[in-house]
């Protein structure tokens, strides 16, 4: 994550991710993390791990970066629990955030008009025969 903004994904349950905050002192770029334990925000109290929260901890946890390069970085592991919606948070310790909104985007293949489909060229139109051709078969 670069820059005051705000990010979108989409994760499946099960899956972890690694989000990393790069700090470049050369050109002034990054932030640097908070070094509160918790920030209250969106009505609840959210526990901050090198600077990152999520909303809802039912959903997706966070962890420290196992095996993780020194790289000064501000870094954590993310990982969805469930199959619904979360959001990240990264505080930085001059009251700047950023998050990271995950979507819900259920596993599909397009093999049904529910699904986005179907696939392959084929379509689906809903009419009755009697609104073509002034309701004739030819």
């Known amino acids: 994550m670069e820059g005051q903004s705000s990010y979108t994904l989409s994760i499946q349950a099960g899956t972890s991710i690694k989000i ?15 070094t509160e334990d918790h920030i209250y925000m969106d009505g609840k109290e959210l526990r ?3 600077g990152f929260a999520v909303l809802n901890e039912d959903v997706g946890i966070l962890s ?26 990264f505080f930085s310790d001059n009251r700047i955030y950023q998050t990271v909104d995950i979507l819900n985007i259920p596993l599909h293949d397009h093999s049904s008009i529910v699904q986005g489909g179907p696939a392959f060229g084929t ?3 809903d009419y009755d025969q009697s609104d073509v051709n002034g309701g004739g078969t030819n």
């Open 64 to 89: 420290k970066v196992p095996n993780s390069l020194k790289t000064g970085d501000p870094e954590i592991m993310y990982q969805q629990l469930k199959q619904k919606e979360n959001k990240i948070y």
């Open 123 to 125: 379509y689906f139109i």
């Open 20 to 34: 990393r905050v790069p700090i470049d002192l050369k050109f002034g770029t990054g932030f640097f993390p908070s």
């Open 48 to 50: 901050i791990l090198n």
